[in-house]
């Protein structure tokens, strides 16, 4: 079975400038999380939707950073106007039930020049 | 709120040597899960094991065990037989059991190296 799918890989772009980093979860996961990870502050949750609806959304740093889910397969982040400070490690990761792990993707790793 | 220490920023072991990775955290939740990843070099989240709260029983997945102290709230990581491919940052998480779902709140990981 396919894991979760993130793209891009890497992604290097200069400030200002619209980011969409986009996910697919596992088949049949009802839960998808948005996780950034830094040198400074770790791994830290940035939003999680269940069923497509977003939860908590309370690790997002300011309206700079946007998340969708339009459908079961398929989530965007969008960080509109990037910032040097938004480089990190993004993951996604997804869950088949609330108490089930959490599987993630291979990350993207976002560099704002 | 929840909060996870891992007071080991690096550890080094023999390569088929043991090895224990410490982890403590802070909840006032009774019932709740927590799970040891890996981060190899590749930049992946690997799930190694998981626990159960409410079960006393220490989780065991081959190569890798539990010592799952609750009233300590303590969760260390047993290596047994270290391989090079143990190299990793390890993580300790802890997650809330709720119905709608709860996020992983993470250590600051502990990054290993297994010497040949």
């Known amino acids: 079975d396919a894991g979760v799918i993130q793209s891009p890989r890497h992604e290097v772009t200069e400030m200002g400038q619209e980011v969409t980093l986009r996910c697919k979860p596992i088949s049949g996961h009802d839960y998808l999380f948005w996780y950034r990870q830094t040198m400074m502050r770790g791994l830290e949750l940035l939003i999680y939707f269940n069923n497509n609806v977003p939860i908590d959304d309370s690790g997002m740093p300011e309206d700079r950073f946007s998340a969708k889910m339009p459908n079961a397969s398929f989530s965007t982040l969008k960080i509109q106007p990037s910032e040097p400070r938004d480089s990190a490690v993004y993951f996604c990761a997804s869950s088949f039930y609330s108490n089930q792990p959490q599987h993630f993707g291979d990350g993207t790793r976002l560099s704002i020049l | 709120a929840q909060t996870v220490t891992q007071s080991q920023p690096e550890m080094s072991v023999q390569e088929a040597e043991t090895v224990t990775l410490s982890c403590t955290y802070d909840?006032?939740?009774?019932?709740?899960?927590l799970f040891w990843y890996k981060q190899p070099p590749s930049r992946q989240m690997i799930l190694v094991i998981r626990?159960?709260?409410?079960?006393?029983q220490n989780a065991t997945e081959n190569r890798f065990s539990v010592n799952f102290q609750k009233a300590a709230k303590s969760f260390s990581l047993k290596i047994s037989d270290s391989q090079l491919g143990d190299t990793a940052m390890y993580f300790c998480a802890f997650m809330k059991i709720k119905s709608s779902g709860d996020k992983l709140t993470f250590g600051t990981g502990t990054r290993l190296a297994v010497r040949p």
């Open positions: 626990q159960e709260a409410y079960k006393q």
């Open positions: 909840t006032s939740e009774s019932n709740y899960y």
